[in-house]
């Protein structure tokens, strides 16, 4: 069984920014209502530690491994309830450039294995977790944006 979420928005941000928010693990948990907590080294093959807050459901932590790290472009990394095959997830974010100062975010995550049937009723919380967090980084990369262009002129 597979399932997919997929969200898009633009922010008025250069990539650099939305990248740079992405990627501060440390300060993530003051502004994204969805993954609550996260560490770990940013590499392909690092194992992270995330926990994650879909709205109206339990905290969930997860132990899952970078699989790509390209800095203003991606971020993937694959994830699993238990053992693997039960009900994996391999959660991305693609950041692309539309203009200097620009960037569509791509959300997404698939899903697979025997629980994805049983367990879709989570998805639509994992769906507004997703939005929720989108909405959290435009307007934070909107305001860093403003910001910079107001003291660099």
């Known amino acids: 069984m ?13 990539a650099e920014i939305v990248w740079k ?4 693990f440390e300060a993530m948990s003051s502004w994204n209502p969805f993954i609550t ?4 080294e940013l590499r392909p ?4 530690s995330l926990q994650v807050s879909p709205p109206g459901k339990p905290a969930m932590r997860f132990r899952p491994t970078i699989l790509a ?14 053992v693997a095959g039960i009900f994996d997830g391999e959660h991305y974010f ?5 203009g200097e100062r620009r960037t569509r975010l791509v959300h997404g995550e ?22 929720g967090m989108n909405a959290a980084l435009k307007r934070l990369a909107e305001s860093e944006a403003s910001l910079f262009a107001s003291e660099h002129g």
């Open 2 to 14: 597979l399932r997919r979420i997929q969200t898009e928005l633009e922010i008025d941000a250069p």
């Open 21 to 24: 928010l992405l990627t501060d």
């Open 37 to 40: 907590s996260i560490s770990g």
């Open 45 to 48: 093959g690092a194992k992270l």
């Open 69 to 82: 790290v390209r800095p203003e472009r991606e971020l993937r990394w694959r994830g699993k309830l238990l």
């Open 94 to 98: 693609l950041l692309e450039p539309v």
């Open 110 to 131: 698939n899903f697979s294995g025997l629980l994805v049937g049983p367990l879709s009723g989570m998805l639509a919380a994992t769906q507004a977790g997703f939005d």
